[in-house]
């Protein structure tokens, strides 16, 4: 049994104006199955489906056709949402509260023991333990990255997906995050995360999935890509050069 399976997977929005009805698809035909304990990563560019998926897995959209399954259970369901850490793009955080409040009022909207614990081993494993009086408006970004990754993890979950988390960290805060990210999976945590950042993919994702215009391209597993670095990125811009905005343009 994979962790996450999305099977044939479609989502058509629906958009209804005053004389007209817009129909746009997210995904189309889409098949994942990311197997427990790795790093997934998904790449695309913008529009590609990779956030449509995403919330395709979390039960925030339906699908039009398809099946989403997690743990064994179709979505939506409540006890798959328990076994789920998430993580949005652009997560919103009281700024006014320090990273340890914050993390307390997670811990009790999410009804889990032994909050004060929770909340002291989860600054630790993000490396926040010293900041946490501080409150969030002196943090930076990568700091309150790392924050959303402590929430994420409070009620001790075994599957994390985060939408775009290295997106607008600086190269030293990407290396904290990946480093986060790799300390996770050794945990036995399986990560399904998207993000545009392809040198720190191609170094912590075991296998990672090319998105473009809603379908999927191809998968690629670690050995395809780790004989040479940058290789990842060339065969990305391979793979959607013909089949997106960017096969306007003309490559070198």
């Known amino acids: 049994m994979n962790a996450i399976e999305l099977c044939n997977i479609t989502k058509v929005y629906t958009r209804k104006n005053l004389f007209s009805t817009v129909h746009s ?21 913008n529009g590609s489906g990779k956030t449509t998926a ?36 652009a997560p919103y955080f009281y700024r006014y509260l320090t990273a340890r409040e914050i993390l ?20 630790v494993q993000v490396g926040l333990e010293d900041a946490a009086d501080k409150k969030l408006e002196e943090f930076s970004k990568g700091m309150l990255q790392r924050i959303g990754i402590a929430q994420s993890l409070l009620h001790n979950p075994v599957i994390l997906v985060y939408d775009e988390p290295l997106s607008g960290l600086d190269p030293l805060a990407m290396q904290v995050m990946a480093t ?32 473009s215009r809603g379908s999927l391209v191809r998968v690629l597993e670690q050995p395809e890509w780790a004989q ?25």
Request: glycine share 8%; with cysteine.
């Open 25 to 45: 698809t997210g995904v189309e035909h889409l098949d994942l199955a990311i197997r427990h304990g790795e790093i997934y990563g998904l790449l695309g560019l």
């Open 54 to 89: 995403i919330k395709l897995i979390l039960g925030l959209i339906m699908p039009t056709e398809g099946t989403v399954i997690v743990q064994g259970e179709k979505v939506p369901s409540p006890a798959v949402l328990r076994q789920i850490g998430f993580l949005p793009e």
């Open 104 to 123: 307390t009022m997670y811990g009790n909207l999410s009804q889990i023991d032994n909050v004060s614990e929770s909340v002291e081993r989860m600054l």
């Open 180 to 211: 986060v990210l790799l300390d996770l999976k050794r945990q036995g945590k399986t990560i399904l995360f998207s993000s545009h950042r392809i040198a720190i993919v191609e170094k912590i994702c075991d296998r990672v999935a090319i998105l």
């Open 228 to 252: 040479a670095s940058g290789e990842l990125e060339r065969i990305f811009i391979a793979d959607v050069a013909a089949s997106s905005e960017l096969g306007r343009i003309k490559l070198p």
